[in-house]
C-alpha cells in the first residue's frame, strides 16, 4: 500500500498533466467544452431543490438550516464520490494502451481520473461557502477542518477504485454493479434527509455507511458545527473502513495485473 502511495507521490506531475488532459477531453467537441462539468451538477442541485424543498415540502434539515444551504453542503461530496468512482472505475480500459505499454506505471491511472473530477470538486466547496453567505451563514474557524474531510474522501476512493478498476476488465459487468451500489449509497446518505426525520432506533444502522462521516462533516465544516475528533467513535470506524479497502485494492491490483494486458 505505501508503495502506491510512493508511486503517486513520484509521478505527480504526470498525473496533473494526465488528469487535466482527462479532464479536457471529457468534453471535446461540445460547443460549452468543459462547462459541462459545472452545469450537469447546478442543474441536479436545481432539481432536487425545487422537487424536494419547494414541491414536496420535505425540507428535512437539521434546526432552522434552509434546505438548498442543507442540500448543497453534503451533495458536492457525493457529485465527487460517485463521478470518480463511476469513471476510475473503468481507467484500465480508457487507458488501454498505456496497460500495454511496459514501462508504463499504470497503479496511477486511478489517481488521474480522481484528479480530474477534483477541479469539479474545489469549485463546487467554493460555491457552496457562497451559497451558505447568502443566507446569512458565514464560514468559522471550523471550516478550516473541509480539508480534513476532503483527505477522508480522497483516501476511501482511492481504496474503492484500486478494487473496482482492478476486477473490471476481466468483470465488464462490474459498471452495472457501481451503478446500482451508487444508487444505494446516495439515498442511504443524509444528502436529502436528516437523522431527525427518523426513529432513534435507525441511527445506528445510517451510520455503518462510511459516506454518512464524510456528508456530516462537510456539513459540520460549512455550518460550524462540531470538530472531527469529538466524534471518536465515527472517526475510528471510518479509518478502519478505509485503511481495509487500501489494502484489499493494493493486493487486488498485484493479484490481477499481470493479467490486464490479456483481456483488454
Not at 434552509?66 to 480500459?93: K, M, N, Q
Not at 487507458?95 to 488521474?112: E, G, W
Not at 446518505?189 to 462533516?217: C, D, E, H, R
Request: hydrophobic residues 50%; proline residues 5%.
Amino acid at each position: 500500500m505505501l508503495t502506491f502511495f510512493k508511486d503517486i507521490y513520484r509521478n505527480k506531475r504526470l498525473i496533473l498533466s494526465l488528469s487535466w488532459n482527462d479532464f479536457k477531453a471529457r468534453f471535446a467537441g461540445s460547443f460549452l467544452g468543459v462547462f459541462w462539468a459545472f452545469i450537469n451538477p447546478m442543474v441536479t442541485i436545481g432539481v432536487y431543490w425545487f422537487v424536494f424543498g419547494i414541491g414536496l415540502k420535505a425540507g428535512m434539515t437539521d434546526g432552522n438550516i434552509p434546505f438548498v444551504v442543507y442540500l448543497v453542503t453534503g451533495i458536492i461530496c457525493w457529485f465527487f464520490f460517485s463521478d470518480t468512482v463511476a469513471s476510475a472505475s473503468g481507467c484500465f480500459r480508457d487507458y488501454s494502451y498505456l496497460v500495454k505499454k511496459v514501462v508504463f506505471n499504470i497503479r496511477i491511472l486511478p489517481t488521474v481520473k480522481m484528479m480530474s473530477n477534483l477541479y469539479t470538486h474545489l469549485f463546487f466547496i467554493v460555491i457552496a461557502f457562497i451559497v451558505c453567505a447568502l443566507y446569512g451563514i458565514m464560514p468559522t474557524v471550523r471550516a478550516i477542518q473541509i480539508i480534513y474531510y476532503l483527505f477522508c474522501l480522497i483516501m476511501i476512493v482511492t481504496g474503492i477504485t484500486w478494487i473496482t478498476s482492478s476486477i473490471q476488465p476481466f468483470f465488464p459487468d462490474m459498471t452495472q454493479i457501481i451503478g446500482v451500489v451508487l444508487q444505494l449509497l446516495m439515498w442511504g446518505s443524509p444528502i436529502l434527509w436528516s437523522l431527525s426525520a427518523f426513529p432513534p432506533s435507525y441511527t445506528k444502522y445510517f451510520k455503518l455507511n462510511p459516506l454518512f462521516y464524510i456528508v456530516q462533516g462537510y456539513r459540520d465544516s460549512f455550518l460550524g458545527g462540531g470538530w472531527f475528533f469529538e466524534y471518536p467513535k465515527l472517526t475510528i470506524y471510518f479509518w478502519v473502513w478505509t485503511i481495509a479497502l487500501l489494502w484489499i485494492g493494493g493486493k487486488t491490483y498485484e493479484r490481477l495485473r499481470p493479467h490486464f494486458s490479456d483481456v483488454l
